[in-house]
């Protein structure tokens, strides 16, 4: 196979999975448990994430689900506790990707991704021990632009055309199974994430580009 572009997901990927004491601090403002809150809060994500909805109409719909409604002085600190929870960057998917850089790959971002999270991986979170891993990319393809979602397949045909390349010359990472087999049936290489060393293992080991 001649891999030329690699495509990375960015939530549980690039970063480390959800800071789930920081979940527990959303779910203490909207007065519920965490199981239920947790259910509401990936519920109502859907058009929050294609940038059709607004953070607070967002966060409003997760409390009216407890037939509750946010406080206005709520809103911004529920977005800053949401975005803290996503953004611990993955020091080991980040090696894995300065290595393949190096190598020459073509390498992008395609990622459901609302706009808050957006202006945090553009601004703070894009720095690790100083340095800019956001640089190491060639493009970043976030749902909340596309107004597009995975696991729906003319995401990934608005990736293929933006990277102008040819699906088989393409190997996608994510952590959701869906997404994967979404890609795969485009015609894509895919790979599910389960860990930085189970993915260095495969893309050595089977892709042969490590």
């Given at each position: 196979?001649?891999?030329?572009?690699?495509?990375?997901?960015?939530?549980?990927?690039?970063?480390?999975?959800?800071?789930?004491?920081?979940a527990g601090k959303m779910a203490a403002i909207i007065g519920a448990?965490?199981?239920?809150?947790?259910?509401?809060?990936?519920?109502?994500?859907?058009?929050?994430?294609?940038?059709?909805?607004?953070?607070?109409?967002?966060?409003?719909?997760?409390?009216?689900?407890?037939?509750?409604?946010?406080?206005?002085?709520?809103?911004?600190?529920?977005?800053?506790?949401?975005?803290?929870?996503?953004?611990?960057?993955?020091?080991?998917?980040?090696?894995?990707?300065?290595?393949?850089?190096?190598?020459?790959?073509?390498?992008?971002?395609?990622?459901?991704?609302?706009?808050?999270?957006?202006?945090?991986?553009?601004?703070?979170?894009?720095?690790?021990?100083?340095?800019?891993?956001?640089?190491?990319?060639?493009?970043?393809?976030?749902?909340?632009?596309?107004?597009?979602?995975?696991?729906?397949?003319?995401?990934?045909?608005?990736?293929?055309?933006?990277?102008?390349?040819?699906?088989?010359?393409?190997?996608?990472?994510?952590?959701?199974?869906?997404?994967?087999?979404?890609?795969?049936?485009?015609?894509?290489?895919?790979?599910?994430?389960?860990?930085?060393?189970?993915?260095?293992?495969i893309l050595a080991e089977e892709y042969k580009v490590l």
């Amino acid at each position: 196979m001649s891999i030329k572009t690699i495509i990375f997901d960015c939530g549980r990927v690039i970063t480390q999975d959800q800071n789930l004491e920081l979940a527990g601090k959303m779910a203490a403002i909207i007065g519920a448990g965490p199981d239920e809150f947790a259910h509401a809060y990936a519920a109502e994500r859907a058009e929050y994430d294609r940038g059709t909805m607004s953070a607070e109409e967002y966060w409003n719909r997760v409390a009216g689900r407890f037939g509750r409604q946010i406080e206005p002085k709520d809103h911004a600190t529920l977005v800053r506790l949401d975005m803290d929870s996503w953004f611990t960057i993955n020091a080991e998917t980040i090696a894995l990707i300065r290595a393949l850089k190096t190598r020459g790959f073509r390498l992008l971002i395609l990622s459901n991704m609302n706009v808050e999270g957006k202006e945090r991986m553009l601004g703070q979170a894009r720095l690790l021990d100083g340095e800019d891993w956001l640089a190491l990319f060639d493009d970043v393809l976030l749902s909340c632009d596309l107004r597009q979602l995975k696991p729906r397949p003319e995401i990934y045909h608005s990736c293929l055309e933006r990277a102008a390349a040819q699906p088989g010359e393409c190997l996608f990472i994510d952590d959701i199974p869906a997404n994967v087999e979404a890609a795969r049936a485009t015609g894509m290489h895919s790979i599910h994430f389960t860990g930085a060393k189970e993915l260095a293992a495969i893309l050595a080991e089977e892709y042969k580009v490590l």
